[in-house]
């Protein structure tokens, strides 16, 4: 495969901050169609664009490896079989699908078809996440015994978008990405206790939640709330051997929001050290791993050709899938859902 053909489906944040930059730069990767209801927004950006307007035309496109799904979140099963069953290889944004049987109907579909799914995991290239991982894995902190992992808003007004208005509310929105954090981190947990609530006032979906991931011997909480004026803590970790506060967010996002090439200028680079207290109360600043999205992308590249691993497999987003669910059914039980040992 010389050239790795690629269509977008939707063209909203997701398609154009997250997907259309990263192709087009990616070595081997062409985006050659974009499946949009508003083609004046796509030429905006990528002038002489192919703009189709559903889905089965893109699939009918010649030269299409790989699609990517980036359509509204109940649309992610059916965009993902459709291109499965047409043979093309498969990225789709998070989450997976809004239910766990979708999601395990995707992963088996893709098996069984012998093409590559994907999940689009970018947060495990984070500038902060990285950064974790290091600290994690050279012993800085000891034995983990609790971390809390936050994305707070202030969008104190629900706008009148899907998005707001998704099924599973911010838990299906910002809960993929905490919960895949921490399964790359601990693994599976023993079981989830979840609040998800709507907080504020009018509000069509879930804005809010508080989950506890249980393990033998630690403890790992996510949080996200759009009531949060005060809203830059990102990671809490307390171990044995120190703890370590992270405030801040990773800035690829806003630095393609922005209109910034990846991999343009200092890319990657988080100018806001977290602060790591040791034992013995001393407290010192650790500077950041560089965050690079490219990586995922590079990856996915090597998957498709046969010439190198997935790098976030379908398997992987089952297991997201399966916490989330359990969160889901600890949100309307009020009790801790336990999750199987394996999927």
């Known amino acids: 495969m010389d050239e790795i053909g690629v269509g977008l489906i939707g063209y909203g944040l997701g398609g154009r901050a997250f997907h259309a930059p990263y192709v087009r730069i990616t070595p081997g990767m062409t ?20 703009v189709v307007p559903d889905v089965a035309t893109l699939l009918a496109e010649p030269g299409i490896d790989l699609v990517i799904v980036s359509s509204p979140d109940e649309l992610h099963a059916e965009h993902a079989l459709a291109a499965i069953r047409a043979g093309k290889h498969v990225l789709i944004d998070k989450p997976f699908a809004t239910t766990l049987a979708d999601a395990r109907a995707v992963a088996a579909e893709g098996e069984a078809r012998g093409v590559t799914v994907t999940a689009f995991q970018n947060r495990r290239w984070d500038a902060d996440f990285r950064t974790l991982q290091a600290l994690i894995a050279e012993g800085t902190l000891g034995e983990i015994v609790e971390l809390e992992s936050r994305f707070d808003r202030w969008r104190p007004v629900a706008a009148d978008v899907w ?8 838990w299906l929105d910002l809960g993929p990405h905490l919960v895949d954090q921490a399964l790359q981190l601990f693994g599976r947990p023993i079981g989830v206790s979840a609040d998800i609530a709507a907080l504020r006032k009018g509000a069509p979906a879930p804005d809010y939640f ?5 393990y033998p011997g630690h403890r790992v909480a996510l949080h996200a709330s759009k009531l949060a004026a005060a809203n830059t803590l990102r990671f809490k970790v307390h171990g044995t051997g120190g703890s370590w506060v992270k405030h801040g967010i990773d800035p690829q996002e806003a630095a393609t929001v922005a209109g910034k090439t990846p991999g343009e ?11 790591l207290t040791r034992a013995d ?3 010192t600043p650790v500077p950041n791993a560089a965050g690079d999205y490219r990586l995922f992308w590079e990856a996915l590249a090597a998957a498709v050709r046969r010439e190198g691993a997935n790098p976030v497999p379908a398997s992987d987003a089952i297991a997201v899938m ?16 336990r999750i199987p040992a394996s999927g």
């Open 163 to 170: 998005k707001e208005a998704r099924p599973g509310g911010v």
């Open 281 to 283: 109360g001393s407290i």
């Open 322 to 337: 399966e916490v989330l669910d359990a969160g889901l059914r600890s949100a309307e039980t009020h009790a801790e859902v």
């Open 31 to 50: 985006l050659r169609a974009v499946v949009s209801r508003d083609p004046p927004k796509v030429h905006a950006d990528l002038p002489g664009m192919r």
């Open 210 to 214: 508080q989950a506890v991931l249980r």
């Open 265 to 275: 200028g200092n890319w990657g680079a988080d100018p806001v050290d977290g602060m």
